[in-house]
């Protein structure tokens, strides 16, 4: 027997979380502003998760504070509350791993 064949994946994001062209060109856009110097508006669902941990810390902060605002709310798994959260966790625990080593 087969298992059925696994979604495409960018390694740490699941595959319904990567963004489409035109979303990953919006968030690619917001960094270039951070980068410059500009505020940008903190992440909201509308707002993309980076397809990089290549993002700054502004990014990283805006994130984690949505990740909290969520798991405040009890965000259910069967839920796309839920489902976003588990994108930012699974982001945010990447980021962490890549900027901030434990050894």
Do not use: C
């Not at 909201?44 to 909290?68: K, M, R, S």
């Amino acid at each position: 027997m087969t298992s059925p064949p696994r979604p495409a994946s960018t390694g740490f994001l699941p595959a319904h979380a990567v963004p489409d062209l035109a979303t990953f060109n919006a968030a690619d856009a917001a960094i270039g502003r951070l980068f410059q110097g500009e505020q940008v508006e903190p992440a909201t669902p509308e707002q993309p998760i980076p397809a990089t941990t290549d993002a700054d810390e502004a990014v990283y902060q805006a994130l984690l504070a949505e990740a909290e605002a969520l798991v405040d709310t009890h965000a259910g798994k069967a839920t796309a509350e839920g489902d976003r959260l588990d994108a930012l966790v699974t982001w945010l625990v990447a980021y962490e791993d890549r900027h901030y080593p434990l050894g």
